[in-house]
């Protein structure tokens, strides 16, 4: 068209959006991977990335298996380590306070993708880290050493998470 104009009209796919983004991707893998079979109630917390209408959730999901219920915060990065700024500063404190309430389990859920290793690291051992202040991220090592594995098997092109270890915690 010789001088014409082109519209162009760009929309976002909010049900594809997810699989664009890996940490989004991991929590519905997680979600997915709550077992039928056993009498676990799992919800996911509607997240606002964004920060709109200043919602601040101290966790992705809450998971309840009698006796315990489980307030946790999925984290999933690249390579070896999880930069302390991935994690907003009100769900490391909101996460540590919580936990001490008896019957309440709160902590992370850290996942390397790189490595293909995934690890719930409580909530108070979480907290003391990050007010050291030696580091500024959570490495590999560190969750090996101070989490606990939550074994992973890859199907097809999905994860599914065996959430029996974090369970019995």
Request: charged share 25%.
């Amino acid at each position: 068209m010789k001088g014409g104009t082109t519209i162009v009209i760009a929309t976002k796919d909010k049900k594809n959006r997810s699989s664009r983004n890996p940490g989004k991707v991991f929590e519905k893998e997680f979600y997915d991977s709550v077992p039928a079979d056993e009498a676990v109630f799992s919800y996911r917390l509607k997240d606002d990335s964004l920060g709109f209408a200043n919602v601040k959730n101290p966790c992705d999901f809450i998971l309840y298996k009698n006796p315990n219920i489980y307030l946790l915060e999925l984290k999933s990065h690249k390579g070896k380590s999880i930069p302390f700024g991935a994690i907003q500063p009100n769900q490391i404190e909101s996460l540590y306070r919580h936990n001490k309430i008896k019957g309440i389990i709160a902590g992370f859920v850290f996942n390397y993708r790189d490595n293909n290793e995934t690890y719930f690291v409580d909530a108070v051992t979480v907290y003391h880290f990050y007010h050291m202040g030696e580091r500024k991220s959570f490495s590999l090592e560190w969750a090996r050493d101070k989490g606990i594995l939550i074994p992973q098997k890859l199907k097809r092109t999905r994860y599914q998470y065996d959430l029996c270890n974090l369970l019995k915690y």
